[in-house]
């Protein structure tokens, strides 16, 4: 039977179930083929923070939405095309996401009596007409695996966990996935259990070819690769990049990295992935608490590493004082914030921009921090070497603020070529700067007003610094008055004259009146809810804060351009907040904190009403 | 007697063939202490014994958290990080498992390593980064001027204890043993050939070394020690820990007792070979647990001198290891190559 191949221009789809089922791993897998294949994409991971809460409970339910395309895309998607629904707990929860008209696949062999009822459902949704709205595919995923598997000495149980590997194979049939790579990564993945290795790839093969010959399944997809800009390029998630972008500071300012942790949601992967490139001369200290990776960090920094700690929100809470003295010592420091949904615990494993004010303000005593936002996760790489080109240049704490959104999503990142990232590097100081031949370890550089670094092992500038305020010039403990509003306003004209570059508005015909400004990971959804309104004939200019503090300096007069200015924040208006204040700008705010990414539907409706609005 | 094997001491650590003397490390400041201060004795230790370290001066790093006493390290020309409170000992590790060529030093009080900061002070210890840590303990708060102190004893009337302290202190000794420290030791501020000849031993100990010092608090808490500088009793109850040496003061030993424990008795007593021989090698802690709690409940009889001084890997040395390990395992870095490291793809 030769079946129907249909074009498509994009897909969404999302992998859903138990937290144990792997949907991650399967919607990763899925991910690198669609990567290879050549389209667009993006990726959003939800999974509850529970490692295994109660199986076939819907807090239980983990879920991959993958968004790939024949052009460019700038979010993982608002809505489902297709759910794959290991249990009934998946549909469940995901099926409120589901326009009409979807696809559902659904593990019919999982719908039995107890694990309806574990959810509610008082009878099986596969069976009466309550999905019609929907086109269900009905599949007996488990038991078509162990079928698959029959041949292979593996016990029921070993067997049917194989079954997301089946889920993969059928999806990668039904949209032309290439499939040489994860043979390639299971070989590599159970390299020791080659029973298992050839069992899960047994079971990929058999959903694949399940997809071919089935009925149940007339028509394939074919989404055309995207033509993306010229260059390698590779998928990459928040996490990672962001762990890339220190270790290329590193090389790039010729420190050694100096990386002090603990363990937190969502930015635990950074750590990982640092541990793991140790043959860089990365030092990882996995810290006692969220004061001693800072502090770690701050004293590796006074011997002359880039030093970094890298947390979520609670964890900024507990470095705050820690940063308060490195802002005060002026030695360089990185503090990375993958925000998460707060206040206190909160939500750890969803996403939110709650933490600005806390990262520009967060502290006792006037202490100004430089704030730097990633916009999507490949940028994590770029923020993460801007964040240290300023921390080493001013020799300042720098606050790197991602968030979980970012952390976890992925797309494909086109190369840098190494020899165009930015040399970071600044001498230490080595001689005396006095008249007298002393060291004055405050007195500053008459451009940057930063400080000479003067790392010990250095003969001849033996020096001390602390928390006290220190006297202009010789860094001499000092209560005068005078001195200290000096050292005040010289700390906050330090941050100040930060060179950042000036803000590019987009507006291609130049004549929108209304403005929509965001900051970090809402550039996505707001630049694909921008596109809906530029296609319907309306205007629109975006524009989109890298730096956060200093703003670039054409700020103001780029809000005041407009009629209208809109600011999407999940948040309940932190940077709305500041940029009336800083300039008299009546910024429209919109705001949802849901722990979720905003979505372009919902942005473009968002901005639809403010073009329309008198 | 246990033997230590472990040679590196401070040979990581450059030397200075300059002669130097005490007032290459006094620095220019002027020295804020009350007078009468058991500071001011310990920091003229200090400065007198540094010089025969033979150590590049640069290469010695004072870092000291909040207190009276984490003013030390701007009285001394090395370099110097006066930070807040508690977290000397995280800062200091950061500082030292970056830089093994550096002597790095811990200025610290009771208040400051056992209340605020006393999670970084049992990790440090464990990890076993190469720092010395000197913890003045006058068993009271001096800088915010009088109350009780993790180390004040039960009943302490002070500004916010009217009617008496009630938490039972810390035995600094005590903790650090059960911290896994390799190096425990104590002194008092007003002997200055012990206090300097435990700081030598402190300094060549590759690993952390947490010196506790006793130290007078001339305002708030006179007269702590009193016992151990009292020329009538001093000698009757200071038992004198040296390896190799049976432990005795004047006129009490330590001998084995019942129930597997020790017990000070009267020296006359018992014959020589009875007496406990201290043995501050020995990898087993328990016998230096035991003598850390010979002076509870109050002094009458204190042991000074090195509890505890064993082998054990240095942190810093061992996170080296690792990092010289992977570069001959894969080769230095290279950053073309780990940003290619995934699956890629070429577009045009």
Request: aromatic share 6%; net charge negative.
């Amino acid at each position: 039977m030769t079946k129907q191949v249909q074009q498509l221009d994009r897909v969404i789809i999302r992998f859903a179930g138990d937290s144990g089922d792997g949907m991650q791993l399967t919607g990763d897998r899925f991910t690198a083929g669609t990567a290879e294949f050549g389209n667009d994409l993006s990726t959003l991971p939800n999974f509850p923070a529970e490692i295994r809460a109660p199986a076939g409970t819907l807090p239980g339910v983990s879920s991959f939405q993958l968004h790939f395309a024949d052009h460019d895309i700038l979010t993982p998607g608002d809505a489902p095309n297709v759910l794959v629904a290991m249990n009934p707990a998946a549909l469940k929860a995901n099926l409120g996401d589901l326009p009409r008209g979807a696809d559902i696949i659904a593990n019919t062999d999982e719908f039995t009596k107890r694990n309806l009822q574990k959810v509610g459902y008082a009878a099986n949704p596969l069976e009466d007409e309550s999905l019609s709205e929907w086109r269900v595919h009905a599949v007996p995923l488990t038991s078509l695996t162990v079928k698959a598997l029959e041949d292979f000495d593996l016990s029921k149980k070993d067997a049917e966990r194989s079954k997301n590997m089946f889920a993969l194979g059928l999806l990668s049939w039904l949209y032309h996935r290439p499939t040489e790579q994860t043979v390639k990564f299971l070989e590599q993945k159970f390299a020791k259990k080659p029973d298992l290795a050839k069992a899960n790839i047994a079971a990929f093969q058999a959903g694949w070819n399940y997809g071919e010959t089935t009925e149940s399944f007339s028509v394939s997809y074919e989404v055309k690769p995207a033509r993306l800009a010229p260059g390698v390029y590779r998928n990459i998630s928040g996490n990672q990049a962001l762990a890339y972008g220190l270790i290329a500071a590193s090389v790039q300012s010729k420190l050694p990295l100096f990386l002090g942790s603990y363990p937190i949601t969502p930015a635990s992967d950074i750590l990982h992935e640092l541990s793991k490139h140790k043959r860089f001369g990365i030092r990882t200290f996995q810290a006692e608490d969220e004061i001693a990776g800072v502090g770690a960090a701050l004293g590796a920094a006074f011997g002359g590493a880039l030093g970094v700690t890298t947390t979520s929100g609670p964890g900024v809470a507990l470095k705050a004082e820690t940063v308060g003295l490195a802002v005060t010592t002026e030695l360089p420091l990185i503090v990375v914030d993958v925000q998460r949904a707060g206040p206190s615990t909160g939500m750890p494993t969803k996403t939110e921009q709650t933490d600005l004010l806390m990262a520009l303000f967060g502290r006792n005593g006037e202490s100004p921090v430089p704030v730097v936002a990633p916009m999507s996760p490949s940028d994590c790489f770029d923020a993460a070497v801007e964040a240290a080109r300023i921390a080493v240049k001013y020799r300042t704490p720098v606050m790197l603020l991602s968030d979980g959104y970012l952390a976890n999503g992925s797309e494909p990142w086109r190369l840098p070529e190494i020899s165009d990232l930015p040399d970071i590097s600044q001498e230490f100081t080595t001689e005396p700067n006095g008249a007298d031949g002393e060291f004055l370890p405050f007195k500053r550089d008459t451009e940057t007003l930063a400080r000479p670094w003067a790392i010990p092992g250095t003969p001849g500038l033996e020096h001390r610094i602390g928390g006290i305020e220190k006297a202009d010039g010789t860094g001499n403990i000092s209560y005068d008055p005078n001195n200290h509003d000096l050292m005040v306003r010289t700390r906050a004209a330090k941050i100040a004259g930060i060179d950042v570059p000036d803000l590019e508005v987009d507006d291609p015909d130049g004549d929108a009146k209304v403005l929509v400004i965001g900051w970090g990971s809402t550039y996505g959804p707001i630049a694909a809810a921008v596109r809906r309104i530029r296609r319907s004939g309306g205007k629109v200019a975006q524009t989109h804060l890298r730096h956060l503090n200093p703003l670039p300096a054409n700020t103001g007069d780029v809000l005041k351009r407009y009629d209208k200015v809109l600011l999407p924040e999940i948040n309940l208006g932190q940077l709305a907040l500041l940029l009336r204040a800083r300039f008299l700008v009546d910024v429209i705010s919109y705001n949802r904190v849901r722990g979720l990414p905003f979505k372009a539907e919902e942005l473009a409706g968002v901005i639809q009403d403010v073009i329309d609005s008198d | 007697m246990t033997e230590l094997v472990n040679g590196k001491g401070l040979s990581l650590i450059p030397k200075t063939d300059v002669k130097q003397g005490m007032k290459d490390f006094k620095s220019d400041q002027e020295v804020r202490w009350c007078p009468g201060c058991g500071d001011y004795a310990i920091l003229a230790a200090v400065q007198s014994f540094l010089p025969d370290l033979g150590l590049k001066r640069e290469n010695i790093v004072f870092v000291s958290g909040i207190g009276c006493s984490s003013r030390f390290p701007y009285y001394l020309n090395t370099y110097g990080f006066h930070s807040i409170h508690g977290r000397a000992p995280a800062i200091a590790t950061g500082l030292a498992a970056s830089r093994p060529d550096l002597s790095v030093w811990v200025i610290t009080g009771d208040g400051d390593a056992l209340s605020i900061g006393g999670n970084h002070l049992i990790h440090a210890l464990r990890r076993n980064v190469n720092l010395n840590i000197l913890l003045f303990n006058n068993r009271i708060y001096g800088l915010t001027k009088g109350q009780y102190s993790p180390t004040s004893e039960v009943g302490k009337i002070t500004k916010s204890t009217p009617m008496g302290s009630l938490d039972k202190p810390f035995n600094p000794i005590s903790l650090a043993i059960g911290a896994e420290a390799s190096f425990v030791a104590r002194t008092i501020d007003s002997d200055r050939k012990h206090l300097q000849s435990v700081l030598r031993e402190a300094t060549e100990h590759r690993g952390t070394s947490l010196v506790e010092i006793y130290q007078n608090c001339n305002i708030f808490n006179d007269n702590a020690f009193e016992q151990l500088k009292d020329p009538e009793v001093r000698d009757d109850i200071t038992l004198r820990l040296e390896h190799g040496q049976p432990i005795t003061s004047a006129s009490k030993a330590v001998v084995r007792g019942a129930n597997g424990g020790i017990e000070v008795v009267a020296r006359d007593g018992v014959s020589e070979d009875e007496i406990l021989v201290h043995d501050a090698h020995n990898p087993d802690p328990s016998v230096a647990f035991a003598l850390s709690r010979l002076d509870e409940p109050a002094f009458e009889h204190v042991p000074i001198g090195i509890f505890r001084q064993v082998d054990r890997p240095a942190y810093d040395v061992l996170m080296a290891e690792q990092l010289e390990e992977a570069v001959a395992q894969k080769g230095p870095g290279d950053l073309g190559e780990l940003l290619l490291g995934g699956d890629t793809w070429r577009i045009g």
